[in-house]
């Protein structure tokens, strides 16, 4: 491992009042990188009642962080697939998933016609 890859460039810094949290992506091949999440913080008190809320707190930072990045990554696939294969040109949208995703909708909506209501019913 290179001295690059052990101490990488922060991409993204995130201060919250218990800790701070950095991530960065660093090239390894085509289409492929590495993700590290570091979150730094001072050592908490064992005794303290809040200890455990803060701790849960930093660990659902890391895991949003990591779900989010993952979620831009593919929706940047998809984009860039479906530029590259001319799908949006041909039919207006950038995955065939979104028809699926439209034909489950249209389903629910016919299945509970109370989801087409744009207003609680009363």
Request: proline share 7%.
């Amino acid at each position: 491992m290179s001295a690059h890859e052990e101490i990488p460039m922060p991409f993204s810094l995130s201060v919250f009042p218990e800790h701070v949290q950095a991530f960065s992506l660093v090239p390894a091949g085509p289409r492929e990188c590495r993700f590290y999440i570091r979150s730094y913080g001072h050592a908490l008190n064992p005794e303290d009642m809040n200890t455990p809320a803060i701790e849960a707190a930093r660990i659902a930072n890391i895991q949003l962080l990591w779900e989010s990045l993952h979620e831009d990554i593919r929706v940047n696939y998809i984009c860039q697939d479906s530029v590259s294969s001319r799908l949006f040109d041909q039919t207006g949208v950038f995955s065939i998933a979104e028809f699926d995703v439209a034909k489950f909708q249209e389903a629910i909506r016919l299945k509970l016609p109370i989801t087409s209501c744009q207003r609680k019913p009363l």
